[in-house]
Nanobody, 128 residues
């Protein structure tokens, strides 16, 4: 079992960069696939990026591909999301989530329902 806690959100201007972190408690962090999801006001939660337990495989939503990079440091039980070239449409609450490795390898990494543990979210606001 892991308990994710996000940090690093804030205000940015279009074109800026931000890095989100997600610290996860528990001794089995590396056994979980991890994902970043986001929810903009009035919209449903959507997938942004996912990474396998070992960190060797990643997937991205088309909307962030080439601009965002997901990574993890299993020695520090921490997940990251480096966000570059931010756009106003990136404004959302960003959530970190942990799920079983089977979620990742089965191709269901984009589905929020497949993740068992969620953080409280961190707000990212990008102005034009």
């Amino acid at each position: 079992q892991v308990q994710p806690v996000e940090s690093g959100g804030g205000l940015a201007q279009a074109g800026d960069s931000l890095r989100l972190s997600c610290a996860a408690s528990g001794r089995t962090f590396s056994s979980y696939a991890m994902g970043w999801f986001r929810q903009a006001p009035g919209k449903e939660r959507e997938f942004a990026a996912a990474i396998s337990g070992g960190g060797g495989a990643t997937y991205y939503a088309d909307s962030v591909k080439g601009r965002f990079t997901i990574s993890r440091d299993n020695a520090r039980n921490t997940l990251y999301l480096q966000m570059n070239s931010l756009k106003p449409e990136d404004t959302a609450v960003y959530y970190c989530a942990a799920g079983p490795q089977t979620t990742f390898w089965s191709g269901s990494y984009y589905s929020a329902e497949e993740y068992n543990y969620w953080g409280q979210g961190t707000q990212v606001t990008v102005s034009s």
